[in-house]
């Protein structure tokens, strides 16, 4: 797709809707090294801290994008038309320790303009971050019965927030007029 620079601090749009009913794809590594892993995400936000503008994502020690993401300072958040979901809940359901996931999707990876994390040529929507801070959710800190039913294993996520570099998309539908 062709799309415009939208300067991080002009990134707006529906975010609660793109999260949980859109998804994005997440993806972590080297894109010139040929060594980066995706996976579909829909929870995290968007927002400033530090006075930065912010990604927060969350990623589970047993998903094989936590190596990745652990490893590189930086990360890719994409987002699809809707034609795209197939592919999304492929890369979700899949791990990249099994194989190249990427090659049984429709997607086709291309380099990130600030970071070392591919975006993809599909992406109607393509945000760039360098991770600023992480820290483990800890089941004590739970305010709200509601959360706790989401680990049924224990598997509690690792909550990574990254600084929004570039933003590229559809100027009417995600920068501020």
């Not at 939208?6 to 809707?17: A, L, R, V």
């Not at 809707?82 to 990876?109: F, N």
């Not at 009417?172 to 007029?177: E, G, R």
């Given at each position: 797709?062709?799309?415009?620079?939208?300067?991080?601090?002009?990134?707006?749009?529906?975010?609660?809707?793109?999260w949980?009913?859109g998804?994005?794809?997440?993806?972590?590594?080297?894109?010139?090294?040929?060594?980066?892993?995706?996976?579909?995400?829909?929870?995290?936000?968007?927002?400033?801290?530090?006075?930065?503008?912010?990604?927060?994502?969350?990623?589970?020690?047993?998903?094989?994008?936590?190596?990745?993401i652990?490893?590189?300072?930086?990360?890719?958040?994409?987002?699809?038309?809707?034609?795209?979901?197939?592919?999304?809940?492929?890369?979700?359901?899949?791990?990249?320790?099994?194989?190249?996931?990427?090659?049984?999707?429709?997607?086709?990876?291309?380099?990130?303009?600030?970071?070392?994390?591919?975006?993809?040529?599909?992406?109607?929507?393509?945000?760039?971050?360098?991770?600023?801070?992480?820290?483990?959710?800890?089941?004590?800190?739970?305010?709200?019965?509601?959360i706790?039913?989401?680990?049924?294993?224990?598997?509690?996520?690792?909550?990574?927030?990254?600084?929004?570099?570039?933003?590229?998309?559809?100027m009417?539908?995600?920068?501020?007029?």
């Open positions: 797709m062709n799309l415009s620079t939208i300067d991080p601090k002009m990134f707006t749009g529906k975010f609660y809707e793109i949980n009913s998804w994005f794809l997440l993806t972590s590594g080297d894109y010139q090294a040929g060594r980066y892993n995706c996976m579909t995400v829909s929870w995290g936000s968007f927002g400033c801290l530090w006075n930065l503008p912010v990604a927060m994502v969350v990623v589970r020690p047993s998903r094989y994008t936590f190596e990745f652990n490893r590189h300072d930086s990360f890719t958040l994409c987002a699809f038309p809707e034609k795209y979901r197939k592919d999304l809940t492929y890369l979700g359901t899949h791990s990249g320790r099994d194989g190249d996931k990427i090659a049984h999707s429709d997607l086709v990876p291309r380099a990130a303009r600030q970071v070392a994390a591919p975006v993809f040529e599909q992406a109607e929507l393509a945000i760039e971050c360098r991770r600023v801070y992480w820290q483990d959710l800890a089941p004590e800190h739970f305010q709200d019965a509601r706790q039913p989401h680990y049924p294993q224990g598997d509690y996520h690792r909550m990574l927030v990254g600084e929004i570099l570039a933003v590229s998309g559809d009417d539908k995600f920068a501020a007029q």
